[in-house]
């Protein structure tokens, strides 16, 4: 057993945290990580209504007679959430620590406070900050890649600009906001695959045009590494975001 801060101030065993996972912090992980002698958490907005996540944290007690919290994901949306009732809930079941992500919990840090609970910051605030940054970028890259292949062309820019923020934007935005609400492996397999065509057909264009538009040999090889070490920055980022 590893004493730490960490592990004396919310009395467990190991420091190991399971975060709030939508769909997948039941009861059942929950209890098992805590018993294991980790932090977990439940997810309250997995559980429909207030009352559910009361059940849900009841039913956890049942399993288990270690400490664990509850992850609240602070989020616009379009249903309203009642986020004061999942707050009052998590009070008056006596939960002592409360993982927050998304927005910024100020407005209901009040009453957490005034309870005794913990707040705890998620860094998954960071990674949607990361993915709507990404979500941008994505929607406007393809202008940039467009507009050296154009410029011989500049009567039809406007309809291949609009085309390329299209096929360049659309995808990730309906995969970025389907995502934060649910998890299907064909739709995540879908826009995936959107995505990789999307990478393959921007090298097919860009080696093209380096191909057409260098001089010679020496520049070619130039470009294209250049376009390699690029494509592996980005991956290299891609997988240090993911961990």
């Known amino acids: 057993m590893l004493k730490t801060r960490f592990t004396e101030e919310f009395g467990i065993e190991h420091p190991i945290v399971q975060g709030g996972m ?25 559980q429909p209504t207030p009352e559910d996540l009361e059940k849900e944290i009841a039913r956890t007690r049942e399993m288990t007679d270690k400490p664990f919290g509850v992850n609240l994901t602070i989020f616009p949306t379009l249903k309203p959430v009642p986020y004061d009732e999942y707050i009052q809930v998590m009070i008056e079941s006596g939960i002592k620590i409360i993982e927050t992500a998304g927005r910024n919990p100020e407005p209901h840090l009040p009453a957490m406070k005034a309870a005794g609970i913990t707040v705890a910051p998620n860094p998954a605030a960071l990674g949607t900050t990361l ?23 500049p009567a ?60 010679d040999r ?24 993911a961990a």
């Not at 997948?24 to 992980?29: D, H, Q």
């Not at 940054?133 to 154009?150: D, Q, V």
Request: proline content about 2%; overall charge positive.
């Open 22 to 46: 939508q769909w997948v912090g039941r009861a059942e992980l929950v209890s098992a990580v805590a018993n294991a002698g980790a932090l977990g958490f439940l997810t309250a907005l997995t």
């Open 131 to 153: 993915v709507l940054g990404f979500a941008m970028h994505n929607t406007t890259e393809g202008l940039a890649i467009l507009a050296p292949i154009a410029k011989d062309r």
């Open 218 to 241: 020496a520049s070619r090889l130039f470009n294209a590494a250049g376009l390699m070490a690029g494509l592996v920055i980005m991956y290299v980022t891609g997988l240090l975001v």
């Open 156 to 215: 039809r820019l406007l309809g291949h600009l609009a085309a390329m923020g299209a096929l360049a934007g659309a995808p990730t935005i309906a995969g970025t906001w389907i995502g934060g609400f649910t998890y299907s492996p064909i739709w995540a397999v879908f826009f995936l695959s959107v995505g990789a065509g999307a990478i393959f057909q921007v090298v097919y264009a860009i080696g093209k045009l380096m191909r057409q538009q260098s001089d």
